[in-house]
């Protein structure tokens, strides 16, 4: 009996309709970039100070010297959340005394923002940050050491930093999104003939070869074959029926890992940009850019090397190139720079072969359900990721230890996966292969080692 793609073989692997499909899947998702990344400028914290209010009544000397200064990136800058206690600063005003003269500064007492805060505008105009009134969304003022962070409840109503095809909310997108995959993209024939709907099948497979110029069959599905390429059983697949065998659930567990630690690396080192060395706006440019090349090579390496090795790869050198940054001299800007971007490129790589690796590895039936509920583990990642980048205000390469050791992690647990390069697309859960580093437990009567105690055996990779 022929399999599915030896039916269609007649089509052809590269023609018009193929590269249409192609071309208008990818236009579906290029409004995720406005939707996902406009939180870097939104959501921007500018350089900020202690607001000293206008009423109070110190002279100009002991107005300019009322914020304590502290020492960043090599030079000494105002504290962003502490300021010298203002019923002070007001008496040795009153004296006459003079700053740095008469009172030692040093010696003085501090106290928090209690009026709030006044930000720079030499970058961002107005974010949420500079907008949201304090009454309403108090800011938090941990220990200054971090400066402003968003309360959750607003990190929550600003939603989730990526916006995927089945989640997004936003009206434009999805009217974009509604009327390409209704209009002009077809539905899967490989699904329809799983869901008994053969003749919609064929009548997409007869539009296809009429685009690519090709004389199809006058039957395409045997009836006989049919009924054998039918022999999937009609039910729903639910989400536990990818935890229903001890090989099964293996494989879950670890593509939601892989999804996971995957998008923490990638929304960290994207929603980071700004605060790297120079202008925000161009590093966020080249973090965009960077991704170009990093989807092509993808999918240059996906056409031609297995894929836990290529995914493993490209994680370890990411993880690798951002754990360098810790050696790098503070004042050496653009190696550091050239260091994230070449992780952001490693990290891109490996998120955009995932989508093509977990649905290879899942029968027909659960490729749509395996991939969506790994998609909701990125999910997680993404919501994770931007206390990644509060870490840097305690430490500037701290964020970059932990990025570069989770994906260089993942990248090794990548290589347990089985292999599904040239191999066929499995139809059932029982022709899903088994992990790789040990098979499952056997049942009892298949061999004579079945009266043995079940073993965890370990192979070769």
Known sequence: MRDYDEVIAFLGEWGPFQRLIFF??????????????SVVFLAGTPEHRCRVPAAANLSGAWRNHSIPLRLQDGRQVPH?????????????????????????????????????????QDVYLS????????????LRDHGCADGLQLPAGLLRQLGDVHCVVHHCGHGSDLQLRGGLHTRFIPESPRWLISQRRFREAEEIIQKAAKMN??????????????????????????????????????????????WMLTSVGYFALSLSTPNLHGDAYLNTFLSALIEVPAYITAWL????????????GVLSVGGGVLLLIQLVPADYH????????????????????????????????????????????????????????????????????????????IG??????????????PETFE?????????????????????????????AF
């Open 24 to 37: 208008l899947l990818s236009a579906s998702i290029i409004p995720n970039g406005f939707n996902g990344m």
């Open 80 to 120: 962003s959340c502490r300021r010298y206690r203002l019923a002070l600063l007001t008496n040795f005003s009153a004296l006459g005394l003079a700053p740095g003269r008469d009172v030692d500064l040093e010696q003085l007492e501090q106290e928090s923002c209690l009026d709030g805060w006044e930000f720079s």
């Open 127 to 138: 974010t949420i940050v500079t907008e949201v009134r304090q009454e309403e969304h108090p």
């Open 213 to 258: 110029h090709i004389a199809a069959p006058a039957v395409i599905f045997d009836p006989v074959e049919l009924q054998e390429l039918t022999t999937l059983k009609q039910e729903k697949v639910f989400i536990l029926d990818l935890f229903r065998t001890w090989n099964i659930a293996t494989i879950t567990i670890m593509s939601l890992l892989l």
């Open 301 to 312: 390496l996906l056409r031609a090397l297995p894929r836990r090795y290529v995914i493993a």
């Open 334 to 409: 653009m190696v550091s720079t050239g260091l994230a971007l070449l992780g952001k490129f490693g990290v891109t790589s490996a998120f955009s072969m995932l989508y093509v690796f977990t649905a290879e590895l899942y029968p027909t039936l659960a490729r749509n359900t395996a991939v969506g509920v790994a998609s909701t583990a990125s999910r997680v990642g993404s919501v994770v990721a931007p206390y990644f980048v509060y870490l840097g205000a305690y430490n500037r390469i701290l964020p970059y230890i932990l990025m570069g050791s989770l994906t260089v992690l």
């Open 412 to 425: 090794i647990l990548t290589l347990f996966f089985p292999e599904s390069f040239g191999m066929t697309l």
């Open 431 to 459: 022709q899903m292969q088994k992990v790789k580093g040990f098979t499952s437990r056997k049942k009892k009567g298949d061999s004579k080692e079945k009266e043995e105690n079940p073993k965890v055996l370990i192979t």
